[in-house]
């Protein structure tokens, strides 16, 4: 699926379906329950996940002992919004 289908079908899920969903990585470790979304309100751009870690895992940046995960990574969003680390 390219880059900009993928955003496009990712971009059309509600908001409210995404609360609290179970975040995993690509090869199915899962590594926490989504928090939040950071959001550009002037272009409505979807820019990073904020993730509720219940396991460490080094690649992603974290703040307020939130995972700060790239929108770029996302891979998928269906039961789960599943991320590859390489983005």
Known sequence: ISNIL????????TAKSLAKKTVTLSDGTII?????????FKTGTLLSLLVKPT???DDFEMKNDLYVIPFEYVKAVSDYVVIDRRG
């Open 6 to 13: 993928r955003l496009l079908v990712i971009s059309m899920i």
């Open 32 to 40: 926490g329950e989504l928090y939040n979304v950071l959001v550009d």
């Open 55 to 57: 396991k460490k895992v």
